[in-house]
Nanobody
């Protein structure tokens, strides 16, 4: 089994920054592909960033140039650095992991519980 635990969410002003973390526990290693997703009330879950085992990344247009996904394999931890935050970034943020390369599609096998990010104008 794989368990994912997000942290680092909070409330910030527009233009501010946050760094989210996703700690992975259980039967997981660097061969897993990981992603960040978000879901605002009344909206579908949106893939915003993904990273595969060789370090290749993908970003949704909505966050490109502002967010950076990275991972520390030694710590089994995924990160999302979020800069220049906008009110439309307000959502519950989830990390996900899978051996398959789903990229920004919400089809990952393992999901965290989510961490709330609220951006005020």
């Amino acid at each position: 089994q794989v368990q994912l635990v997000e942290s680092g969410g909070g409330s910030v002003q527009a233009g501010g920054f946050l760094r989210l973390s996703c700690a992975a526990f259980g039967y997981i290693d660097s061969s897993y592909c990981m992603g960040w997703f978000r879901q605002a009330p009344g909206k579908e879950r949106e893939g915003i960033a993904a990273i595969i085992s060789d370090g290749t990344t993908r970003y949704a247009d909505s966050v490109k140039g502002r967010f950076t996904i990275s991972k520390d394999n030694a710590k089994n931890t995924l990160y999302l650095q979020m800069n220049s935050l906008k009110p439309e970034d307000t959502a519950m943020y989830y990390c996900a992991a899978d051996l398959r390369e789903w990229w920004l599609l919400p089809k990952y096998n393992y999901w965290g519980q989510g961490t709330q990010v609220t951006v005020s104008s």
